[in-house]
């Protein structure tokens, strides 16, 4: 209590009083005085060399002021006022004079945003009327420029997405897992701002973990789990706005041509497999008791088939030497395999036997 009050009396002895509050905006009125006397007398010395020249004077007092500041909104009136005061054509021409004079450099420049840049540059020395003139001209310019900024954003972003997908295109996909499981891990990684530390894993996408772990991303939960000190976090809103809006087409095509890809790979395996399979049988590679081995090659097993296969593979190996042998390893094939052949296969049917035997 006591400091305050000895600070307050060194303050009223000092001459300084604490307001508790900026006196900025006065400053301004203060400099905005200033200039006006300044310039006042500026217009009059002119005047006073030009007594009988108003042209000379206006141009003079134009060269003599260009660079003037204008701190307040008030002065920037007042010096706008002068202006159309001392031009010898009079005010109403001189405005349109600067009406016409801003459309002709407008049109001298080429692209929607240097017109916007140059006017948004004029306006902040304009005189409020000046300003209604062109507020039309610069909000369309704007609203067009913000459409093509953003579609100009929009693409790189596409060319960047199409980057990083390209990077993990030799990533395996599980194929038995769905086209729309793999989209929405990718999608969950893009959104995370993680697809450029992603990775597969027994054919899934995710990433490794700050103890160096893998985490699918259908367990991810948080950039954190990631990035002990993470200098960027979650993308915002906006840049969440436009993954979900561009991302999925791109990773859907993404994941149908890996898949696709996948797919047609396993199925050339597969046909290779039931080649190596019908030789096996075809060769007598396999006995009989192990026919069921080259049975599970085939995607779509057609096992009359494959048995008499397998049995042609007994007699080329020499194995079968006549009827006798022929009859015994058909009748172990039909009771080993009975479930396969259909319910109706019995191994004590003679007519069975006989139909293989021919």
């Known amino acids: 209590m006591k400091e305050d009050l000895y600070n307050k009396l060194q303050q009223i002895a000092s001459g300084r009083q604490y307001t508790e509050s900026t006196n ?4 301004s009125e203060i400099r905005s005085k200033d200039l006006k006397k300044k310039l006042n007398n500026i217009t009059d010395s002119i005047k006073k060399m030009y007594p009988t020249k108003p042209k000379k004077v206006f141009e003079t007092w134009k060269q003599a002021t260009k660079d003037f500041p204008l701190p307040t909104k008030s002065f920037k009136e007042d010096y706008w006022k ?28 080429e692209s929607p945003t240097e017109k916007e840049h140059y006017l948004r540059d004029k306006v902040s020395k304009w005189p409020e009327w000046l300003v209604n003139e062109f507020k039309d001209d610069i909000q369309n310019l704007s609203a067009r420029n913000s459409i093509t900024n953003l579609n ?68 991810l939960q948080d950039r954190a789990q990631v990035f002990e000190n993470d200098p960027y976090g979650t993308p915002s809103l906006g840049e969440q706005t436009m993954v979900d809006e561009l991302a999925p087409d791109f990773i859907r095509n993404f994941v149908k041509g890996n898949l696709s890809n996948q797919r047609a790979k396993i199925n050339l395996d597969n046909k290779a497999s039931e080649g190596v399979a019908k ?11 192990k026919w069921g081995e080259a049975f599970s090659m085939f995607s779509k097993p057609e096992y009359q088939t494959l048995i008499e296969q397998g049995l042609k593979g007994e007699i080329n190996s020499g194995r079968v030497k006549n009827d006798e042998d022929l009859v015994k390893t058909i009748y172990m094939a039909m009771n080993q395999y009975k479930d396969l052949l259909g319910e109706s296969t019995d191994a004590t049917n003679p007519w069975a036997i006989n139909n293989w035997t021919k």
């Open 152 to 219: 100009k954003s929009k693409q790189v972003y596409k060319d960047d997405l199409s980057k990083r997908l390209g990077s993990i295109s030799n990533k395996e996909l599980d194929a038995d897992v769905s086209e729309e499981s793999h989209i929405d891990d990718l999608l969950k990684l893009e959104k995370m701002n993680l697809m450029d530390v992603a990775d597969s894993f027994n054919g899934r996408f995710g990433v490794v973990d700050k103890a160096g772990a893998f985490v699918p991303a259908f367990d």
């Open 279 to 289: 030789m096996m049988l075809e060769t007598g590679s396999l006995t009989p008791d």
């Open 24 to 27: 900025i905006e006065n400053v």
């Open 82 to 109: 002068e202006y159309l005061n001392l031009s010898p054509d009079g005010p109403d021409k001189e405005k349109q004079k600067l009406i016409t004079n801003t459309e002709l450099e407008l049109q001298m420049l």
